[in-house]
């Protein structure tokens, strides 16, 4: 049998062969995928600055204002008041447990950006820090054991009478005992003042009226009555902050007065005391 020879193939069909194969090798090949385009990249927008952290020094031993749970977390109305301010105003606030007696110091320091701790707006003190506008009115109150005779503020004169250090308690009470009188006790807080007159180491407690209010509701076993006197002068609380910081005084002027617009502040009045204040804080410009 005779075989085709390629040799002897016409040169037509040899160039028609050729290109079959080619038509049917290029049917064979699938296409190589276009290259996927290139991700576009939109500008994102730039990450939010974290918010301002203040660090906030309170002594946690005046309740109803500043306390300890038995979480061990600080809680009170002053701890609510602030974190409110806090929200309105954008930034965080960070509480550290503060004893009364050096808390001034921590804010001289730089330790603490500001103070809330129940404390009295004095021209005293006002020589050495300014203070926010006026968020709570309170005055002096004496708490006594049931039976005692003591009826006005100048019935202490010869007794023995408690105070918590470095206070406007402590303060009115030296000026009616006497500089040097040793009837004048001083304690770390007042909650200790009142356990020593249930023990009967002291005959009067002079302190805020809110927090001798709370102790005497929460503690009906040690039978104390309490007595105001016209003579005590009108007090109000102010956030502390370091003289001349007035990028933060407005901030918390501006939280304060915000939270007394949307009612914010009556609720949290409120939830501590019963009942909305009888009268807002007035507003005062701090030195």
């Known amino acids: 049998m005779h075989t085709l020879s390629l040799v002897s193939t016409p040169l037509w069909q040899r ?22 385009p290139a991700p576009t990249t939109e500008a994102s927008a730039p990450a939010p600055a974290p918010a301002k952290v203040y660090v906030v020094g309170t002594d946690a031993a005046y309740a109803p204002f500043e306390s300890q749970n038995e979480k061990g977390e600080i809680v009170g109305f002053d701890i609510d008041v602030v974190s409110a301010i806090a929200q309105k105003g954008g930034f965080e606030v960070k509480f550290v447990n503060t004893p009364w007696e050096g808390i001034f110091n921590t804010l001289q320091q730089g330790d603490r950006d500001f103070l809330v701790s129940s404390i009295t707006i004095t021209e005293e003190r006002k020589q050495t820090m300014d203070f926010s506008n006026p968020y709570f009115d309170a005055r002096q109150l004496i708490a006594v054991r049931e039976n005692s005779k003591v009826a006005k503020f100048a019935d202490l004169k010869k007794l023995k009478v408690g105070v918590q250090t470095g206070t406007t308690g402590d303060e009115v009470v030296t000026q ?37 209010e709370n102790y005497v509701a929460n503690n009906t076993g040690a039978k104390f009555k309490t007595v105001s006197d016209d003579a005590f002068p009108a007090e109000q609380y102010g956030l502390a902050v370091r003289k001349g910081n007035t990028e933060l005084l407005e901030k918390l002027n501006k939280g304060l007065a915000d939270i007394k617009a949307d009612g914010t502040y009556d609720q949290i009045y409120a939830k501590h005391f019963g009942a909305k204040p009888a009268e807002a804080p007035a507003a005062a410009a701090s030195n």
């Open 176 to 212: 009616l005992l006497g500089k040097n009188s040793t009837n004048v006790k001083r304690f770390e807080s007042t909650p200790l003042a009142l356990q020593e007159l249930q023990a009967g180491g002291v005959d009067a407690v002079v302190a805020d009226n809110g927090v001798v």
């Open 15 to 36: 160039a028609a062969m050729l290109a079959a194969g080619l038509v049917l090798a290029a049917c064979g090949k699938q296409p190589e995928p276009a290259p996927a």
